[in-house]
């Protein structure tokens, strides 16, 4: 079974904000594959489906953890022990500041790179696990990363989201049959972003 896991805050007040890109792309898969009914289970909001690829049908879990950003890897821990999966069946779908608005990128293992969402689901499970890193832009400065990260997308932004999540949704045939970079490579011709520097984009360069 594969895990596929959002990234975000839960509750109505966080729903909209760049922190919660991870949630979106979740969202937008159970709708896709049209997965089962949302409930409650490993501290989060998790549904099953399978996935159609040429190769056969793949299980997969989704998670949404309820637990807050901070503490994302309780909720991941706790799956992976009682399903018995290992990192590598984990994808972590998350918002990356160092990456231009609807960039995406993926990797396997590594550091958190300041994100506490990653930071602790490493600390559960080790840093193996798969991320999908989706791009929101560098405020520009440190000091303006939390106010950043914590605000809704802008109303001209939703357009780019929901086509990213989209492409996540509908490129994931071939991240279920492990081909991350050739699910790296679709979801970028699905929804194309500018090739931008987003340190330089919040400078103004």
């Known amino acids: 079974m594969l895990i596929l896991v959002g990234l975000g805050n839960p509750g109505p007040k966080y729903a909209g904000h760049r922190h919660n890109i991870g949630f979106m792309a979740?969202?937008?898969?159970?709708?896709?594959?049209?997965?089962?009914?949302?409930?409650?289970?490993?501290?989060?909001?998790?549904?099953?489906?399978?996935?159609?690829?040429?190769?056969?049908?793949?299980?997969?879990?989704?998670?949404?953890?309820?637990?807050?950003?901070?503490?994302?890897?309780?909720?991941?821990?706790?799956?992976?022990?009682?399903?018995?999966?290992?990192?590598?069946?984990?994808?972590?779908?998350?918002?990356?500041?160092?990456?231009?608005?609807?960039?995406?990128?993926?990797?396997?293992?590594?550091?958190?790179?300041?994100?506490?969402?990653l930071r602790s689901i490493a600390s559960r499970i080790g840093p193996e696990f798969r991320r999908a890193r989706m791009g929101i832009g560098h405020p520009g400065h440190k000091d303006l990363v939390l106010g950043h990260v914590l605000s809704d997308f802008a109303k001209s932004e939703q357009v780019w989201v929901g086509d990213l999540c989209k492409a996540c949704a509908e490129a994931l045939p071939l991240l279920a049959q492990g081909q991350d970079e050739k699910y790296q490579t679709e979801v970028a011709r699905l929804a194309p972003a500018a090739k931008l520097n987003p340190r330089a984009v919040a400078r103004g360069d």
């Open 26 to 117: 979740i969202d937008a898969i159970a709708t896709r594959w049209r997965f089962g009914p949302e409930r409650s289970r490993f501290h989060s909001l998790t549904a099953e489906g399978v996935i159609d690829t040429p190769a056969g049908a793949v299980r997969a879990l989704l998670m949404k953890p309820q637990t807050f950003m901070n503490e994302s890897g309780v909720a991941v821990g706790e799956a992976v022990n009682f399903l018995k999966r290992t990192p590598a069946d984990v994808v972590v779908f998350h918002d990356e500041l160092d990456m231009a608005d609807g960039r995406f990128r993926m990797k396997a293992g590594g550091g958190a790179a300041g994100h506490n969402g």
